[in-house]
């Protein structure tokens, strides 16, 4: 059964681009959240996805977007890019978001000059 | 604000001494409580959890984790580290009703072998 894959895996962009990450979920896993990592700050929730319909969402700008899919395919969008949004980006499927066992990808390392 | 603490942000061990991982947070109602493991390389996977029941519970890898309600604490415990133990343990609650996994900032563990 293949695990959550996210694309790209690596990216640099500069200040004030935007940035579009994806995320496809383990097959039939509808729930997909969204985390950013970063080094001492741990994981922080942006979004969660059911059924393309976003569920909650965390403590960020509205420059951090998201969306989900027929599919469940999810992608997150990072608009006007400051130095602070530098982080790995980490998606996570899940059958019930309500469970707390979630199976994460690899994340999107993004790094912004 | 509902939030997660680990006490240890790097704790360094040789091989077969004891580990005690420390997670307190700050929720008053139900919750759900996990450690999630992330090894060098690898993808961010879930350890152990409680939900209700016996507090004290184990994990794959010979780890357990004792839940003590009146301190509001989660720590993760092993009586013989190994060096493939190497990793970025994540202590995690699920607030019920906030459909939301907040995660603590994590412990970087290292084993000298």
């Known amino acids: 059964k293949a695990g959550v894959t996210q694309t790209p895996r690596y990216l640099i962009k500069t200040r004030g681009q935007q940035v579009t990450l994806s995320c496809s979920p383990i097959s039939g896993h509808r729930s997909v959240s969204w985390y950013q990592q970063t080094p001492g700050q741990g994981l922080q929730f942006l979004f969660e996805?059911?059924?393309?319909?976003?569920?909650n969402k965390g403590n960020f700008p509205g420059r951090f977007s998201g969306r989900q899919f027929s599919n469940s395919r999810s992608e997150m969008n990072v608009s006007t890019l400051e130095l602070g949004d530098s982080a790995l980006y980490l998606c996570a499927s899940s059958l019930d978001y309500n469970t707390g066992e979630l199976f994460f990808g690899e994340g999107s390392r993004l790094t912004v000059l | 604000a509902q939030s997660v603490s680990q006490h240890n942000h790097h704790v360094i061990l040789s091989e077969a001494a004891s580990l005690e991982l420390g997670c307190n947070y700050s929720?008053?109602?139900?919750?759900?409580l996990f450690w999630y493991v992330q090894y060098p390389g690898q993808h961010l996977q879930l350890l152990l959890k409680y939900f209700s029941g016996d507090p004290l519970v184990k994990g794959i890898k010979g780890f357990e984790a004792e839940f003590i309600k009146s301190k509001f604490s989660f720590n993760l415990r092993k009586p013989s580290v190994q060096w493939s133990d190497t990793a970025e343990y994540f202590c995690?609650?699920?607030?019920?009703?906030?459909?939301?996994?907040?995660f603590g900032q994590g412990t970087r563990l290292t084993i000298n072998p």
């Open positions: 995690a609650v699920l607030i019920q009703g906030a459909q939301k996994l907040v």
């Open positions: 929720y008053g109602g139900t919750v759900n």
């Open positions: 996805y059911f059924s393309e319909t976003q569920r």
